[in-house]
């Protein structure tokens, strides 16, 4: 992702590193994490952010699936963890996938 067109909402949410990385792949990893462990209906969930990307076409996709997973995951997995409500989970999350895959 190129430094213009970073948004004040990623930019210093995620280590620089995991932003530059971020790809694709990385996002189906997260996909598939959420379903087999947290049980999220995917389906349904990637609708939704389909639904949200398209009220911001401006924004890049892999922005707007950290702005989504920040604003709409985050505080479900939250809640489901007992974890204070902001809690970094999801850029935890996207850290561990980033790093492993």
Not at 49 to 63: A, I, L, V
Not at 78 to 83: E, F, G, Q
Request: aromatic content about 12%; charged content about 30%.
């Amino acid at each position: 992702m190129e430094q213009s067109t970073r948004s004040r909402l990623i930019h210093g949410t995620l280590p620089r590193d995991v932003e530059d990385e971020l790809s694709s792949l990385h996002i189906e990893k997260v996909w598939e994490l959420l379903e087999e462990k947290f049980c999220f209906n995917v389906k349904i969930w990637r609708k939704e952010f389909n639904d949200f990307q398209k009220q911001t076409p401006s924004t890049e996709y892999r922005e707007a699936f950290v702005q989504f997973g920040h604003e709409h995951i985050n505080p479900i997995l939250n809640l489901i963890l007992r974890r204070k409500e902001y809690h970094p989970t999801w850029q935890n999350i996207l850290t561990y996938i980033v790093k492993k895959y």
